[in-house]
């Protein structure tokens, strides 16, 4: 072979190997844009790391006052470890406590630490200061209709700018606290979007004095009204939103409830944990079998939630949903 023809070769060769490259680093070259639809305008796509993208938006389902930051509306997404864009994978909704904001799962939680090595897109949604999940009855402070957003608003959009299993095989929810509430709500209303949710260290009757403190309470100190999210002590909403009543929801839903016992100097968790209990005799009552109370060495803390709780359930995950396909 003369050598010239051996040059032009090695040529190719390298230009070949550099355009196929190795299935690991073609996927780290991948990256998701998003564009406006199902009534999501996108403002700005930020690739944060090498697998979390942060997308800012509109909606007109939720005023950007009544969110975390207050001036910006932000939505996480992260794909899995070596992500083939050409195969539709399964999607974890999660869901931040009250005053926290879908960053939290990525700041304190690390999130991409816990999902690393599992076959997820996980999506980590703002759920506001204080939303408990339900198209609002007052909103004088601004507009909240969080029921409209997670479920006729994101999974849309997740379903259309991402590849998906958009089959309820394909997604998993779950929550820390109020985001507890928030996958459970949503999972016994719309039982046929979701083939596993998980709830840590939440409360699920909305008739309970206690639940009822712990969702109006707070709401006057964020500047919005007691009777925002669900109206008056006897307004219907109440019973609407209840999971309570709505258990029948979860008889195919893999369901799991998780509930801390670092109970000393911490009221919260300590009735988190109460409440998660009784929750969790009521299902057992009404002969819904596949869910369970699991208990972990955590106070109210969204750190050992995740450490503790979502990284022990992710195999479980893995086995209920369907794989990439």
């Keep these: 072979m003369s050598r010239l023809r051996k040059s032009v070769l090695l040529v190719v060769v390298a230009l070949v190997a550099?355009?196929?490259?190795?299935?690991?680093?073609?996927?780290?070259?991948?990256?998701?844009?998003?564009?406006?639809?199902?009534?999501?305008?996108?403002?700005?796509?930020?690739?944060?790391?090498?697998?979390?993208?942060?997308?800012?938006?509109?909606?007109?389902?939720?005023?950007?006052?009544t969110t975390h930051f207050r001036q910006s509306h932000d939505i996480i997404v992260t794909l899995p470890e070596g992500h083939n864009p050409n195969l539709a994978y399964p999607v974890l909704y999660l869901y931040h406590g009250r005053a926290q904001g879908p960053g939290n799962w990525h700041r304190e939680a690390n999130i991409e630490a816990i999902?690393?090595?599992?076959?997820?897109?996980?999506?980590?949604?703002?759920?506001?200061?204080?939303?408990?999940?339900?198209?609002?009855?007052?909103?004088?402070?601004?507009?909240?209709?969080?029921?409209?957003?997670?479920?006729?608003?994101?999974?849309?959009?997740i379903d259309r700018n991402l590849r998906t299993i958009r089959e309820r095989e394909g997604r998993a929810i779950a929550g820390f606290s109020m985001g507890a509430f928030t996958a459970i709500r949503h999972a016994v209303h719309r039982p046929w979007l979701f083939r596993m949710v998980v709830g840590f260290s939440g409360g699920y009757n909305l008739e309970d004095p206690r639940m009822r403190a712990a969702v109006t309470l707070p709401l006057p100190t964020m500047g919005l009204p007691a009777d925002g999210p669900f109206g008056g002590p006897f307004d219907g909403s109440w019973n609407f939103n209840n999971p309570w009543h709505?258990?029948?929801?979860?008889?195919?839903?893999?369901?799991?409830?998780?509930?801390?016992?670092r109970w000393d100097g911490d009221p919260l968790e300590q009735q988190a944990h109460?409440?998660?209990?009784?929750?969790?005799?009521?299902?057992?009552?009404?002969?819904?079998?596949?869910?369970?109370?699991?208990?972990i060495d955590c106070g109210h803390n969204i750190v050992c939630v995740g450490d503790l709780g979502l990284r022990r359930e992710l195999p479980t995950m893995r086995n209920v949903l369907w794989g990439p396909r």
């Design 18 to 65: 550099t355009l196929v490259g190795t299935p690991a680093n073609a996927s780290q070259l991948w990256r998701p844009w998003f564009t406006s639809g199902d009534g999501i305008d996108v403002l700005n796509v930020a690739h944060t790391t090498d697998r979390s993208t942060v997308v800012s938006i509109n909606t007109g389902a939720v005023d950007k006052n």
């Design 274 to 295: 109460r409440l998660t209990y009784e929750f969790h005799q009521h299902l057992l009552a009404n002969g819904i079998h596949n869910s369970w109370m699991v208990e």
């Design 115 to 157: 999902t690393a090595g599992f076959p997820f897109i996980v999506v980590t949604a703002e759920a506001g200061r204080g939303g408990w999940a339900t198209n609002w009855v007052n909103q004088s402070a601004g507009v909240q209709q969080w029921d409209t957003f997670h479920l006729d608003q994101l999974i849309p959009f």
């Design 246 to 261: 709505r258990v029948g929801g979860l008889r195919d839903i893999h369901t799991v409830l998780y509930a801390g016992t």
